[in-house]
């Protein structure tokens, strides 16, 4: 308490013209408590090293944000844990970092450039964004450009990642890009929105050959409101080569509709992610870059690595989806996907596999107690097939039903601002 009275009694110090420059402090607290029972992985019916898992994991920031007429600041330092994992050894591993820091500044009206560690967001995160289901998040180093006028605004940019400062190579071996470049133009309709969407990223296969492998993505998106009927779509085609040389040529498309009842919003849809046939010359599996898959592919996670998770074959998801309004603090959502592979499977280990992955139920609440504090929670369950062992590396016949359940509460007060009441 003595430190936080310290804190805010510097900030006050700081001297803001009226109307000009404005310093906001914030934070964020959220813990996940969290019964896994199957998630992300089949469980077997025996193995005692395959019992439910239970804990608990936080995430704390603090964000500060300086703006003013020609330039903006953010600096947003992150502690992620789970509770009991530090026990004040030298040998803990650390969880504090820096999830941004970026610097802004407002060439004019309408442009505005920034570099540093930032959230990029496309869109519905289909294919760029910020992770927030995961308690670590995703940033990225890069310089972005973006121009807004009226009705229309586009956002390119680009990295270039090394691991370290060095004297010699830019070798750069890694799970992430070593190059990403992207521009992404965005025009709001009467109805909704209409984007596009051009991401280009390279990978180095070993530190040994500096080729580079490129991979190019490019779409459209478009979601837009007419009366009481919803409708979101999108298309992307995938080119280029992998980092084993082998050509691209993947696709992944999406189309929901929905209609609003009063409190009640029914929603459909279909996800087609291409996947590659035994016979394919090419790669034909699409990756879904820096997406926020927990959103989509159902929130037991099975499906959220592409094209690893489903073994190069592809993932086409069917889903219905029920959301009711109890009112503006709270909702209930319901949700089922039935998944089948987008290539057929085959004969594997002697057995003929069709294209079914299974069903899964995803059942949450989001409960806002006020302007600062969220209460949110789920209970999911997937029902298996032979094929969703034969993906998930399970022997046929021992996997069982996967459940997952979780509770999170989430409070993001307003520390101190210096804008006028």
């Known amino acids: 308490m003595k430190n936080n ?59 500060f944000l300086y703006t003013s007429p020609q330039f903006e600041m953010k600096v947003t330092p992150q502690d992620v844990h789970v509770w009991g994992s530090q026990l004040g050894s030298t040998n803990t591993p650390a969880s504090f970092g820096l999830y941004e820091a970026w610097g802004a500044v407002n060439i004019d009206a309408n442009w505005k450039l920034k570099i540093g560690r930032q959230e990029i967001i496309f869109d519905d995160q289909r294919l760029m964004g910020n ?12 310089l972005t450009v973006s121009y807004k006028k009226d009705n229309y605004n586009v956002q390119f940019g680009g990295a270039f990642n090394q691991v370290s400062e060095k004297n010699s ?12 470049g992207f521009i992404h133009p965005q025009l709001k309709t009467a109805k909704g929105v209409v984007t596009a969407t051009f991401i280009t990223d390279a990978y180095q296969a070993n530190d040994i050959d500096s080729k580079l492998y490129w991979r190019f993505t490019q779409g459209m998106y478009t979601d837009q409101v007419f009366g009481k009927v919803l409708l979101n779509a999108q298309a992307y085609y995938q080119a280029g080569s992998d980092i084993t040389d082998k050509s691209i040529s993947a696709y992944l498309a999406g ?20 996947g590659t046939s035994s016979t394919a010359g090419k790669n034909n599996s699409f990756n879904t870059l820096y997406a926020t898959n927990h959103k989509f592919y159902g929130w037991m996670d099975y499906y959220i690595a592409f094209p690893g998770d489903v073994k190069n074959l592809g993932l086409n998801d069917y889903y219905l989806t029920l959301n009711y309004l109890h009112s503006k603090k709270f909702d209930l959502s319901a949700t089922g996907h039935f998944f089948t592979t987008n290539k057929e499977s ?16 995803d059942l949450g609440f989001n409960w806002k107690l006020n302007d600062f504090i969220k209460l ?30 979780w509770l999170a509460l989430d409070i993001t007060p307003s520390l101190f601002s210096t804008a006028k009441k």
């Open 5 to 63: 009275r310290i804190l805010l009694a510097f900030l006050a110090c700081i001297p803001f013209a009226a109307n000009a420059q404005q310093l906001d402090v914030s934070a964020q607290l959220r813990t996940r408590t969290e019964f896994r029972d199957g998630y992300r992985t089949i469980k077997t019916e025996t193995a005692p090293q395959n019992d439910p898992a239970y804990f608990l994991s936080q995430r704390t920031r603090l964000n």
């Open 131 to 142: 992770l927030d289901w995961a308690q670590s998040g995703r940033s990225f180093d890069a």
């Open 169 to 180: 190579t830019t070798n750069y071996v890694a799970s992430n890009a070593k190059v990403l």
């Open 255 to 274: 189309l929901k509709l929905g209609y609003k009842f009063d409190k009640l919003i029914v929603a459909g849809g279909a996800d087609i992610v291409s």
């Open 346 to 361: 085959g004969i594997q280990n002697n057995k003929e596999l069709n294209s079914s992955l299974g069903q899964d139920i």
């Open 376 to 405: 949110n929670g789920g209970y999911s369950f997937y029902l298996i097939t032979s094929t969703t062992e034969y993906v998930k590396n399970t022997t046929y016949g021992n996997g069982r039903t996967g459940h997952w359940g």
